[in-house]
């Protein structure tokens, strides 16, 4: 068993309270009537970054992961094992204790609402692709979602073409949506409506990571630092026109 890298532990720890702060103190002023004055304090209003952090966190560990695993297979199989047992639990519990809690009964009474979490695959692109209304029985599993399309397709990459094709590959669908407008004019609306679920817009992230990664084994290229620029541009842009919140969470 391979040391735990303490200094990311810590790390991870920092994010989780940003997270936890944000939440309690800025997420729901409707719900909370504390919140309106708290929300104001900024390290309680920005604690959302904490998520952008673990993704830079698991761009990081990821790329350590590929490079122990045998195989694209393998490779699943241990972030699957990782995964699965907590979603399975969360959910049940969730599924079982929502009767208890009348404002998420409707979501957690239904057992079709038990599927996305357990697949990692939003509701939204579920129900666009079946027909078939879903919800998640956690707002909180957004992330899960994305983190297990990135597992799929940096996967795919890495054990196909190769490690030094897989920023250029995390970049590829951030750039299909900053084109969605174009895309949009052609006719394809659904396939963008499918497409901006996917959370794509939150690669950049996952691209720092995977470069602080190859930093620290001398494989860095100059073009790197170029396509996570452009990535973080795309990121950022979509915050300031106010649009991230709309593409998952």
């Known amino acids: 068993m391979?040391?735990?890298?303490?200094?990311?532990?810590?790390?991870?720890?920092?994010?989780?309270?940003?997270?936890?702060?944000?939440?309690?103190y800025a997420r729901w002023p409707e719900l909370l009537p504390y919140v309106?004055?708290?929300?104001?304090?900024?390290?309680?209003?920005?604690?959302?970054?904490?998520?952008q952090l673990f993704f830079m966190f698991s761009g990081f560990v990821i790329f350590m992961t590929l490079d122990k695993s045998r195989g694209y297979i393998h490779f699943l199989k241990k972030r699957w094992l990782r995964l699965f047992p907590a979603m399975l639990i969360a959910s049940l519990l969730l599924?079982?204790?929502?009767?208890?809690?009348?404002?998420s009964t409707v979501i957690t009474g239904e057992s079709?609402?038990?599927?996305?979490?357990?697949i990692f695959v939003n509701p939204e692109t579920l129900s666009q692709l079946t027909g078939i209304e879903f919800s998640s029985m956690a707002g909180s599993f957004w992330s899960l979602y994305v983190e297990a399309l990135y597992y799929l397709i940096i996967g795919a990459v890495?054990?196909?073409a190769g490690r030094k094709y897989c920023l250029p590959a995390l970049l590829v669908p951030m750039?299909?949506?900053?084109?969605?407008?174009?895309?949009?004019?052609?006719?394809?609306?659904?396939?963008i409506d499918v497409?901006?679920?996917?959370?794509?817009?939150?690669y950049a992230w996952f691209m720092v990571g995977c470069l602080v990664y190859e930093r620290l084994h001398g494989r860095d290229q100059g073009y790197h630092y170029v396509?996570?620029?452009?990535?973080?541009?795309?990121?950022?842009?979509?915050?300031?026109?106010?649009?991230?919140?709309?593409?998952l969470i």
């Not at 990311?8 to 994010?15: K, P, Q, S």
């Not at 079709?112 to 357990?118: A, M, R, S, T």
């Not at 750039?175 to 396939?191: E, I, M, R, T, Y």
Request: charged residues 10%; proline residues 5%; glycine residues 10%.
């Open 175 to 191: 750039l299909l949506l900053s084109a969605s407008s174009v895309l949009k004019s052609l006719g394809h609306p659904l396939l």
């Open 36 to 51: 309106a004055t708290t929300q104001q304090i900024p390290l309680l209003a920005f604690g959302w970054v904490g998520v």
């Open 158 to 160: 890495y054990f196909t």
């Open 2 to 24: 391979r040391p735990r890298i303490t200094h990311l532990d810590g790390m991870r720890g920092l994010a989780i309270l940003m997270v936890i702060a944000y939440h309690a």
């Open 227 to 247: 396509l996570v620029l452009l990535a973080l541009l795309i990121n950022f842009s979509y915050y300031v026109k106010g649009d991230a919140a709309n593409l």
């Open 112 to 118: 079709k609402n038990l599927i996305p979490g357990l």
């Open 195 to 202: 497409i901006s679920k996917f959370g794509f817009i939150h």
């Open 95 to 103: 599924y079982i204790s929502g009767g208890f809690f009348p404002e």
